[in-house]
């Protein structure tokens, strides 16, 4: 069993920092594909990053150059560092996480929610 547990959500105001984090634990290792989607409200659920075990990162477009996703594999702990929120950034935001073979159709494949594994959420809530 796989669990994916995340923690850092709050309320900021636009142009604000924050932090968001997840800790894997059960049947998973460091090799598996990391990331976050996120639900805004009224909205389906959206890739917004995901990063391999090798450092590769992929980002939504809408936030290249404002959110960082990281991960420590000792951990088995993914990070997504968010800057220069925006209103339009509100919503909850989920871990996830895939196998590696999965890298080349990562984005559409968690856009249809089809990662392997995913958390309950923590919700980010941005006011203008």
């Known amino acids: 069993q796989v669990q994916l547990v995340e923690s850092g959500g709050g309320l900021v105001q636009a142009g604000d920092s924050l932090s968001v984090s997840c800790a894997a634990s059960g049947a998973i290792d460091s090799s598996y594909v990391m990331g976050w989607l996120r639900q805004p409200p009224g909205k389906e659920r959206e890739f917004v990053a995901a990063?391999?075990?090798?450092?590769?990162?992929d980002y939504l477009d809408s936030v290249k150059g404002r959110f960082t996703i990281s991960r420590d594999n000792t951990k088995n702990t993914v990070y997504l560092q968010m800057n220069s929120l925006k209103p339009e950034d509100t919503g909850v935001y989920y871990c996830?996480?895939?196998?590696?073979?999965?890298?080349?159709?990562?984005?559409?494949?968690?856009?249809?929610?089809?990662?392997?594994?995913w958390g309950k959420g923590t919700l980010v809530t941005v006011s203008s």
């Open positions: 990063i391999r075990r090798t450092g590769g990162t």
């Open positions: 996830a996480a895939d196998l590696d073979v999965q890298w080349g159709n990562i984005r559409s494949r968690w856009s249809s929610d089809g990662m392997l594994y």
